[in-house]
């Protein structure tokens, strides 16, 4: 068996980036460096992050005026007769050869790059990059950038977050990142994060209204629902990963919405199938009750008490009151009456997801308009935004007939990303055994 491969740090010559300038300095008095320097205007070294006018190691009392590329000889033949003239009516001076050093703290990465790189390789744009490119773009982008990693092998695993590498820097994948007023904490090694879909979500919360409810049956870290409470919107937001229900969590309570973010740890189907049930009780007295007042990881346990599937309970918390003022009561949602819009964010699987829809909701209890449903998958270049609508009605088992496309971004040559969302038809509501007596 091979050994297993470490990660050490990137090793190369940085003194391969030296590159020497050979100039003219003139030796001043220091006192006399302002009226110099202004005297020789355009004939002054004049680089980013190099200083024209340096100290002189052989002599306290003066300075060293360095010169521009265009002065070639001692004689500063270069410079006009007159200024001359004026310069030596002004102090002494000693005009000396000076070099300056301009090495591998003084280029910028793309310098780096260009010199790194093949000829005809562009410079990368992302970071996402290996081996020396990597550790220059760590070195040139200190303390913004604390750690340069790089993603390997395809997504396989339960939760779909990718496997990295870390290149340069630390060994350390907790990190924060904001979005349109909102920051996220997350650890890259647990959850999933694509910052490129940014755009997307605040596009699609600005659908939503203030007092809506929200279920977002793959919520991650909360991209949508952080954003959507921040509007003012009720979210219950579940993830079969543990890791980002506690991100959830956590970004809830630093974007002070955890009082409108209801969190789930469950199968999506499971999850829906939870938050649409009506509760024994409702179904005994046909009287509403109230939900659950918390907004904290909520536990399943199964006693028959509440939603078929087990009633769901939350830790109460105390917390500060949130400034931002609140259209709705959490305590006075109930999502087997009523849901605005539900978000399906896993592209790789989530039309086989929208199964769950067919006979979900009880007519006899709902109110009000039926679901926007937002179901975001990948379109190949053999699909058609017809085939796709197709598969969906398929799985729901009835005609969509409200509906948009949205193309979120192009993910390969032969690959984009699509939102679609549609109304959910009447067809797949569930007739009570009343209401088919009737």
Not at 167 to 183: F, N, S
Request: charged fraction near 25%; proline fraction near 5%; include cysteine.
């Amino acid at each position: 068996m091979g050994e297993e491969k470490k990660n050490t740090p990137v090793m190369f010559d940085k003194k391969e980036f030296d590159q020497d300038l050979k100039l003219w300095a003139i030796r001043i008095p220091k006192e006399r460096c302002n009226y110099v320097s202004r005297l020789l205007k355009g004939y002054v070294l004049n680089k980013p992050r190099i200083k024209p006018i340096v100290e002189d190691a052989s002599c306290p009392d003066r300075r060293l005026l360095i010169l521009s590329e265009k002065i070639r000889d001692a004689d500063l033949s270069d410079v006009p007769v007159e200024v001359l003239d004026e310069l030596k009516n002004l102090c002494s001076t000693e005009v000396v050869p000076h070099t300056i050093t301009l090495g591998y703290s003084y280029w910028h990465a793309d310098h780096i790059l260009k010199k790194i790189l093949p000829s005809g390789v562009d410079v990368p744009s992302s970071f996402e990059t290996i081996d020396v490119i990597a550790r220059v773009i760590y070195d040139k982008n200190q303390p913004k950038i604390q750690t340069v990693v790089n993603k390997v092998g395809s997504i396989e695993n339960e939760y779909r977050v990718p496997s990295f590498e870390v290149l340069a820097g630390k060994e350390d994948m907790v990190t924060e990142v904001k979005q349109y007023g909102a920051t996220f904490r997350l650890d890259y090694g647990l959850v999933y994060w694509n910052s490129r879909l940014e755009h997307e979500h605040i596009r699609l919360v600005s659908k939503f209204e203030v007092g809506q409810i929200i279920c977002d049956m793959f919520s991650g870290i909360g991209p949508f629902a952080i954003p959507a409470a921040q509007k003012g919107c009720i979210v219950y937001a579940n993830d079969l990963n543990p890791d980002s229900v506690s991100y959830l969590q956590i970004n809830a309570k630093i974007n002070k919405v955890d009082d409108h973010v209801f969190t789930y740890n469950m199968d999506a189907r499971a999850f829906m199938r939870h938050v649409m049930a009506v509760p024994s009780l409702v179904l005994q007295t046909q009287t509403p009750i109230s939900t659950i007042k918390s907004c904290g990881t909520f536990r399943q346990v199964n006693n028959g008490d509440n939603h078929r599937d087990g009633q769901l309970k939350a830790r109460q918390q105390t917390r500060v009151s949130n400034k931002r003022m609140r259209c709705i009561e959490s305590t006075n949602t109930k999502t087997w009456e009523h849901v605005d819009h539900v978000i399906m964010n896993l592209p790789a699987t989530a039309l086989q997801f929208l199964d769950v829809f067919n006979g979900l909701l009880e007519r006899l209890h709902w109110t009000g308009t039926l679901p926007w449903i937002h179901c975001y998958c990948f379109m190949r270049s053999t699909e058609t935004k017809e085939s796709i609508l197709a598969h969906a009605e398929s799985a729901l088992t009835a005609k969509i007939t409200e509906y948009a496309f949205h193309i979120v971004r192009d993910v390969s040559p032969n690959k984009v990303m699509l939102c679609l969302s549609f109304k959910l038809p009447e067809a797949c509501f569930k007739e009570s055994a009343s209401h088919l007596s009737e």
